[in-house]
């Protein structure tokens, strides 16, 4: 069930402040209108207690802290996921641009319901995946109906408690979860479709959804290298990664 709220808190650059909310998720996509008529998409990049800061995809000209109404949507970023979106040109938020109409995905879907047809959920902000990858990942799904791409826990991990009391896995047995996660497609829409009707959205992505429903998951190691770019230091550590392949091509080292 989306929630509604009036006003905001705060503007500055292109974030603004929510308080007082309550069952928000971080990644959640927000709607917010300005003065009734103009609508922007964020989604919220950080939760802390009742507060939540949502970064304004489309900048935040003409918002104020009090000619806004804002919309928690209940879900992150969603894409249709189809052959249709083949030749297609998208805008940054998933919007069709090339005047060619709207990807219908679950229309494809539940016409193809008897094929095995598979979708890899990749995440925007990790451009060095490889075609090794989507490979391996296509062929783990074929052999066990889903596939979650993984690299090794270098550090170790310390899962806190309700009880505040710790737990510490064995580095060995520990890996980090990326992407692209990859299904069936008929079986991730079912799950978004239950979790949906349930009114559960804080999965955090699509492995913890299809893991809660009970979905059996695969698993292949993918690339260290393809590290998500959110932040200034991710950047450089991409642009030193570039570096080091253009000297390896051009000086053969």
């Given amino acids: 069930m989306a929630i509604e709220y009036l006003g905001l808190n705060s503007v500055n650059g292109p974030f603004v402040v929510l308080e007082g909310v309550k069952g928000a998720a971080y990644d959640e996509i927000v709607e917010i209108v ?5 609508k922007k998409l964020g989604r919220i990049v950080e ?31 969603e894409i249709g996921l189809t052959d249709q979106l083949l030749g297609r040109t998208f805008n940054g938020i998933g919007a069709p641009i090339d005047n060619l109409g709207e990807v219908a995905a679950e229309k494809y879907a539940d016409e193809n319901s008897s094929k095995d047809v598979v979708v890899l959920i990749h995440d925007g902000v990790r451009p060095l995946i490889t075609e090794e990858t989507i490979t391996d990942n296509i062929t783990k799904v074929k052999e066990c109906g889903s596939c979650i791409t993984c690299i090794p826990a270098y550090e170790t991990f310390v899962v806190k408690h309700d009880d505040e009391k710790l737990e510490i896995p064995q580095r060995c ?6 992407a692209p996660q990859s299904f069936y497609l008929r079986d991730i829409l079912d799950a978004h479709r239950k979790a949906q009707r ?15 429903y009970g979905y059996r998951l695969g698993l292949v190691n993918g690339p260290v290298e393809n590290i998500k770019i959110t932040t200034p230091t991710d950047f450089f550590i991409f642009r030193a990664m570039v570096e080091l392949h253009e000297n390896q091509q051009i000086f053969g080292f």
């Fill in 34 to 38: 300005a003065d009734g008529k103009e």
């Fill in 47 to 77: 939760i802390n207690e009742d507060k939540a800061v949502v970064q304004v995809f489309e900048g935040t000209d003409n918002l104020s802290l009090k000619n806004t109404h804002t919309r928690l949507t209940g879900h992150p970023m």
């Fill in 173 to 178: 047995d520990s890996l980090i979860a990326r």
């Fill in 198 to 212: 349930e009114g559960k959205r804080d999965f955090i992505d699509s492995c913890t959804l299809m893991n809660y």
